[in-house]
């Protein structure tokens, strides 16, 4: 069973546009919504990440808007380069479970130059 | 490099042979977790470890496959009898308990032929 539902799957976009990839999450035993995003060949890497009592939290180009009411939330990624060429995950955790992660799908985002 | 390391990074085998997997996590980190990743999917939980003790498996780790962390340090992971689904890339990762970041390795790749 899903419990973390991202979209699109890929996306493509030119450079310095805005990329906006959409989580949509159904426990709401979760208390912390991570980003990761993955290079070809690499593990994931922490990008930002949002607790549910904010709306919104932003580190340089990348934003996160959580809406818990929805149980959703979206990473946007501002001014778009080719390096941000990779694949994003949304995940989400549960502290009583030791920390485990529960990830998304996966969006495999490519920024034209 | 204080990261956290997987060995080998690929590995082919036949089906029906057995393959074991290394991970030495950051060295202070006192938990550390196996993820399983399929192509073009996210990461999905395997097991994992505070210290030496082994504190929650998935239901997708079948009785093929075992884990350890017999001195709190480094971990393995091993599968007995591959199959050919068992084809994925093999994720390991480490925190401190209570912390929120998960830094993963770079993966060990399994092909089974």
């Known amino acids: 069973q899903q419990q973390v539902k991202q979209s699109p799957q890929s996306l493509i976009v030119q450079k310095g546009g805005i990329s906006i990839i959409n989580c949509a999450y159904e426990n709401t035993a979760f208390d912390y919504f991570p980003w990761y995003q993955q290079f070809p060949g690499k593990g994931p890497a922490l990008l930002i990440a949002?607790?549910?009592?904010?709306s919104e939290k932003k580190e340089g180009r990348f934003t996160i808007s959580f809406n818990k009411s929805a149980k959703q939330f979206s990473l946007h990624i501002m001014d778009s380069q080719p390096g941000d060429s990779a694949t994003y995950f949304c995940a989400a955790r549960r502290k009583v479970a030791g920390n485990m992660l529960t990830f998304g799908g996966g969006t495999r985002l490519m920024v034209k130059p | 490099d204080t990261g956290v390391s997987q060995d080998p990074r690929h590995k082919i085998t036949k089906r029906g042979q057995n393959v074991t997997f290394r991970c030495d996590p950051i060295?202070?980190?006192?938990?550390l977790y196996w993820y399983r990743q399929t192509l073009g999917q996210g990461p999905e939980f395997l097991t994992y470890?505070?210290?030496?003790?082994?504190?929650?498996k998935s239901r997708l780790l079948s009785d093929r496959f075992s884990a350890e962390r017999p001195k709190g340090s480094f971990s393995t992971l091993e599968i007995q009898r591959t199959e050919q689904g068992d084809s994925a890339m093999y994720l390991c990762?480490?925190?401190?308990?209570?912390?929120?970041?998960?830094?993963f390795g770079a993966g060990s790749r399994l092909t089974v032929l």
């Open positions: 470890f505070q210290n030496e003790a082994q504190l929650e």
């Open positions: 990762a480490s925190t401190v308990g209570g912390a929120n970041v998960l830094t």
């Open positions: 949002i607790r549910p009592d904010v």
């Open positions: 060295s202070e980190h006192n938990r």
